[in-house]
């Protein structure tokens, strides 16, 4: 596709289940970032990928949050044991890799999660 | 760490009035970009400044970055409907990694 896609686009699920979220980045992009965004906050920094390098998971808030992107392609964030206090819009954006510039950032249409 | 400051956090204003959003770093940094999200929608970017003193506009809007790299404004002239949603401000910490996001400006508009 053209553009970063992302599903499901919304889940509620109970608590204590484990949920997964998949990206699928623009073909090409190199970089993958996962972002949550809470009602009416900005983007929180969850995860980072770039190429085959390890990924820079400074951002997550648990060990019971984790993502892995298989072939360079696709990646999944994975939550386990949600709280409700997970509940929040789940971004992914990819980007082309550039060593001396910075490059922006595309965004997909995000997954609302909702825990019960 | 690296944090980006941006003020002010909400902005309510007659359609046909201007609009400022300031974002401001206690480091230098080496470029900032601009994305904006509709209600409901998904960042989208606009612009990326690189240079001291760049000034860059797009019809309505215009973007600055300071001359010490440390502060960055977003100016919309004669505001429209259009305009409404929320405007971010963000950097990278080094020449790459995970972008450092300010926590927006939310644009409404009364027509």
């Known amino acids: 596709g053209a553009g970063v896609s992302q599903s499901p686009s919304n889940k509620v699920t109970e608590k204590g289940k484990d949920v997964e979220l998949r990206c699928d980045p623009i073909s090409g992009h190199t970089a993958l970032y996962w972002y949550r965004q809470s009602l009416g906050q900005g983007l929180e920094f969850l995860i980072y990928f770039q190429g085959n390098s390890a990924p820079d998971k400074s951002g997550l808030p648990s060990d019971r949050f984790s993502a892995e992107r298989t072939g360079g392609s696709v990646s999944t964030l994975t939550i386990q044991r949600t709280q409700q206090e997970d509940s929040a819009v789940y971004l992914c954006a990819s980007s082309q890799f550039a060593s001396t510039v910075n490059q922006p950032q595309h965004f997909g249409d995000g997954t609302r999660l909702s825990i019960l | 760490g690296q944090q980006v400051m941006q003020i002010p956090q909400y902005q309510h204003v007659q359609e046909g009035e201007d609009f400022t959003t300031y974002c401001n770093s206690s480091?230098?940094?080496?470029?900032i970009q601009w994305y904006k999200q509709r209600p409901g929608g998904h960042p989208v970017f606009l612009i990326q400044l690189v240079k001291s003193g760049e000034v860059k506009k797009q019809k309505r809007l215009t973007f600055q970055f300071g001359e010490a790299k440390k502060n960055s404004s977003l100016h919309i002239t004669a505001t429209q409907t259009t305009d409404v949603g929320t405007y971010f401000c963000a950097a990278y910490p080094g020449s790459q990694g995970n972008l450092i996001f300010g926590k927006g400006t939310k644009l409404s508009v009364k027509p």
């Open positions: 480091t230098t940094l080496s470029n």
